[in-house]
């Protein structure tokens, strides 16, 4: 059901990942401010302070996988706009919802997101990355922050990640296009098309057993 939403998100976060790599020190300080009035440098920021985070927690990785959870969830939610985007993909059917099953389906959905985020970063590999040079914002409500991903001796991969200004004049992530695909449009299209053939419960409870699955640091090898 979900596969195709993973591989793309998988993506995004091997940019986050593998830009950290080459941007954090060996002092591998967590200690990174972050400005959330630019969208530009907070990628990029957040990106760097994951990456500390995810070399200092190292063996507690180690000992419990499931930790990745915890840094996705205190390093990379606090700048993902999870409610927006879990409305835009409820699309038509966001308003013959109840207050309750709204709630509970944004919940789902951000567990969601944290789980594939966290079982992603047992996908780094030692890729380079190359954010595109920083744009004039100043007067947009929504910027698109490119990216490169570059591997030897494979195509070239390129992101978007998209990003919307709040009402605080602070910025939030909410979607990614990888070669040309809207993580958003692509699961608008599969969960409005599940909630139309079995309701919304059907699809939140899905949600929530994918959130439930442990994170397998040898996913990547099994799978090969």
Same mark, same amino acid.
């Given at each position: ?31 990174? !401010?972050?400005?959330? *009035? ?34 996705? +969830? ?47 970063? /047992?996908?780094? +590999?030692?890729? *380079? ?10 007067? !947009? ?69 994918? /959130? ?13």
């Amino acid at each position: 059901m979900f596969n195709r939403f993973y591989r793309v998100f998988m993506l995004a976060t091997v940019a986050l990942i593998s830009f950290s790599a080459h941007a954090v020190d060996a002092s591998n300080s967590t200690d990174i !401010e972050i400005d959330r *009035t630019n969208p530009y440098t907070m990628v990029e920021a957040v990106s760097q302070k994951t990456f500390a985070r995810f070399k200092q927690d190292k063996q507690l990785i180690k000992d419990n996988p499931d930790h990745l959870k915890v840094i996705v +969830t205190e390093e990379l939610m606090p700048y993902v706009d999870y409610k927006y985007a879990s409305y835009k993909v409820l699309g038509q059917y966001l308003r013959d919802t109840s207050k309750d099953e709204r709630t509970r389906f944004v919940d789902a959905f951000r567990g969601y997101l944290i789980s594939t985020y966290a079982q992603a970063f /047992t996908e780094y +590999t030692d890729q *380079t990355v190359q954010f595109s040079p920083e744009e004039n914002f100043s007067d !947009e409500k929504m910027v698109r922050v490119n990216v490169r991903i570059i591997e030897k001796g494979r195509p070239e991969i390129k992101l978007q990640f998209r990003a919307r200004r709040l009402k605080d004049d602070t910025w939030k992530a909410f979607d990614l296009v990888a070669e040309g695909v809207s993580l958003l449009s692509s699961k608008q299209s599969e969960i409005t098309n599940l909630v139309r053939q079995k309701g919304i419960e059907p699809v939140i409870e899905m949600l929530i057993e994918r /959130t439930a699955t442990h994170i397998d640091l040898n996913a990547n090898e099994q799978a090969n």
